[in-house]
């Protein structure tokens, strides 16, 4: 899963470290400061790759390892692909 907050902080972490929830209760995706949110989510696998709504490559796991941490946490400064509209 990869996430983006509105202060450009980028995060990817596999999907098993997200716990299932009973209903009304809610997991932390990633860690803001400073009043952000989060911006997107996507779901991937790896075997496929990371299509980024708006951007035109997909981006393969070797692209990503700087962005690669544990579910909610900070995360890194985002790419500049992930600036583009979809």
Known sequence: MAVLGDNRRFLIFPLDQLPVMGRGLGVALQKYADGAH????????????????GAVRCRGMADLQDW?????????LAPTWTNKKG
């Open 38 to 53: 989060l911006r997107q989510a996507v779901v991937f696998t790896a075997s496929e790759g990371l299509v980024w709504p």
């Open 68 to 76: 690669l941490g544990k579910r909610a946490g900070v995360g890194k």
